[in-house]
C-alpha cells in the first residue's frame, strides 16, 4: 500500500514540493523556514496517526491537540524537532520519517490490541514479558481469527512498504547542504537534551508543569489518555530495564544458603491479623519549633513499636505497600519504577499467599476505586482472595471528601466478627490524604502555636486533625480486639509523610517542600521515618524495633505472632540481624552506620545483600529456580488461584 501511495503522481509532487521550493527559493532562511513547516505538519499527521490507533477512535484526539491544559502541540513540537534532527543526521529531508512512523505506530498497534485482552495499554516493559505475550497470540487468535489473519498480512504489507518508502525517500529526497544540517543540529540537539531531562517523573518541574505535560503514574490509562501514547509511553521507558544483577547464574542461586533459615512452623493457636497502612500518618509534633494543644496520637505513642523508613515522600504509596506485603524491596529495582504497574504480571508471593498456605483467609480492604494503582490486579497476582473496594463495601462515611478511618475500621471488625476462620486483612486507609484544604472538617480540635504563615497553619491543622481521627480510629480497633478470645495482632505504619507544602520550610523542619534523596543518615530518618505499631491483644507491644525499611516488617510480624518460614523469618531475620534500611540510597547497618549510594559499587557488595537482589530478581523476573526452597507452599497455592 505505501509502495503504491508513493509511485501516485500526488505523492511524488508531495514529496519533491521541497525540492522545488529549493531550487526556486534562494533565501536559505526561508528555505529552512519551509523545511519545518513540512516537517511540523508531518508531525502533526503522525500523532494523529498514532493517538488514533491508540485510542481505537478519533473522539478524543481532537481535544488533546487543542487542549490548553493537554501536551497535544507539545507532542507535535517535539516530534518536529526530533524529525529535523535527524534529518541532518540522514542528511536528507524527511528520510526521519520512515523511521519514526513504524517507531510510533507499531507500539501504538500493539497497545490498542493489548487492552482489549488485558485492558492496560502497552508499556515499554512489557517486553520482559515476552512469554505472557507469546501465550495471549493463541487467545487473541481463537477470539479475533480474522483480525489475526489481516494482522499477519499487514505486518508483511507494512514492512515491505517501510523499505519501499525508504529505498525511494533515499533516491529521491533533496539533501541538505552541510550548513543545514549543523543549524538542523545546534537547533535540535539541545531542546532533545533539554526535554528528556524533563522526562523524571518522580521530580517537580516548572517547565514540564507549564507545558502542560503531568505525569499520572498512580493511573496509566488515564496517564496515556490524558498526555497521550508517545509522552506516556516515554515515561515509562526508565522502568523497562531491569537487568540481572552481575554474576547471578544457576550456581549463584544453589549456593544461597538454605540452612538455619527456619522451617514451616506456627502457633498452636494461629492469631488473626490486621495490617493497617495509613495513608500519610505521620507524627506533626516532629516540628519541634510549633506547640500543640494536645497530642494527636497518644494511642499510636503508647503502643509504637518503632519507626518505619519509607523509600517515598509525599505519594507513591504503592511502592510501600508492594515491599511490606512481599517483603521484596525497590532498592533493587529502576529508579522511579512502580512494581504494581510494570511488575506484577503473574503470581508473586505474599503475606496472603504465607497466610492462605497457613489456613487463613486473606483480604484486602480499601474504600476507593479498585483500579487504582492496579490493585485489582496486583492483589489476584498477590494471592488475596477477595478485595474489597467502594464498589463492593457498605457505603462509607465521609470526613472531607474521603472515606473516614472510622467508617473503615467498623467495616473490619464487622467483617472480622462474621469469620470463624483465622483471617489476614491487609487494609490501606484514606482518610489521611492530601491535599489538605483548610476547613476540611468543621472544627479542629488541637491548636498549633508557632510562628508560621496563616495559611501553612491551616494546612497543619486539617492535617493534624485527621491525624487525631486516625488515632482515634486506631483506639477502636484495639479496644474490640482486646475483648476477643482469639489473639488478634494489629499492624500499623504510615506510608510516607504528607505533602504539606511549605509547612515544613516555615517550621523549619526541611529545606524544601519534599524530601532529599541524599543526605546524612539522620536527615534521611527525619524526612522519611513514619510511626509502626506491632501490637496484640494477649502479649501487648512489640517493643525496640527501631527503624526499619517496608520490607522488613514481615519478619516482625510473623516472629511476633510466632510463625517461621524459609524467607520471611529465616532469610528477612538474617538480613535484619545486619541491616535496618534497605533504600536504594542508604544501606542502613543496625549500629547506624551507613552506606550511601551503595548500589553503584556492587564489587563491595555484602554477599548478604547481594543475595538479597538474586532471590528477589529470581522469583520477579526469572525462572523461579529458588522458590521451592524459599516459598515452599507458594505453588501449590498458585495452581488453585482464581482467575489464573
Known sequence: MIALIMKSVPARKAALL???????VQSPAARAAIGIVFSFSFALLSVIAVEWIARGTLTDVGEFLTSTVRPGMTTVAMLAIVMLTLDAVFGRRYQSAFVLIPLFLIPAF???????????????SDVLFTRQIMELLPVMVRDRPWTAAALLVGIVLF???????WRYAWQNFPKLSRQARLRHLCLGLPVIAAFASLMDYSQYSYIRDRLQVVPMMWDQKENYRSNGFILAFLFNIPMADVAAPAGLNADALDAIPSRNYGYLTGPEEKPDIIMLMSESFWDPMRLKNLSFSADPMPNVRAAQSGYVFSPEFGGMTANVEFEALTGFSNAFLPYGSIPYQQYVRSDVPSLAT?????????RALHPFSGWFWNRNQVYKDFGFEEFRTEETMPPMEKRGIFASDDSLMK??????????????FFAVTLQGH??????????????????IPEADRATLATYTQGVKEADDSLKMLMD??????????????GDHLPPLGNVYMSAGYMADQVATRRAPLDVMKREHETPLVIWSNKKGVKENVGTISPSLISYNLLKFAGFEHPFYTGFLGRVQKKYDIIDRYQLAARNNKATPDWVRDRKKLDPLVRDYGYLQHDIMFGKARTLERFFPRHDLLAEGYQGH
Request: glycine residues 14%.
Open 110 to 124: 500493539v497497545s490498542n490490541q493489548k487492552q482489549h485482552f488485558l485492558s492496560d495499554p502497552f508499556y515499554p
Open 354 to 362: 504465607f497466610f492462605r498456605g497457613e489456613g487463613y483467609i486473606a
Open 18 to 24: 521541497s525540492a522545488g521550493f529549493g531550487s526556486n
Open 480 to 493: 474490640w480486639a482486646s475483648k476477643r478470645g482469639r489473639e488478634t495482632i494489629i499492624v500499623l505504619w
Open 434 to 451: 492530601g491535599p489538605y484544604e483548610p476547613y476540611r472538617y468543621a472544627r479542629n480540635t488541637i491548636g498549633i502555636r508557632g510562628n
Open 411 to 424: 467495616e473490619i471488625m464487622r467483617e472480622g466478627d462474621g469469620l470463624d476462620k483465622p483471617f489476614f
Open 159 to 165: 514492512t515491505a512498504g517501510i523499505v519501499f518508502a
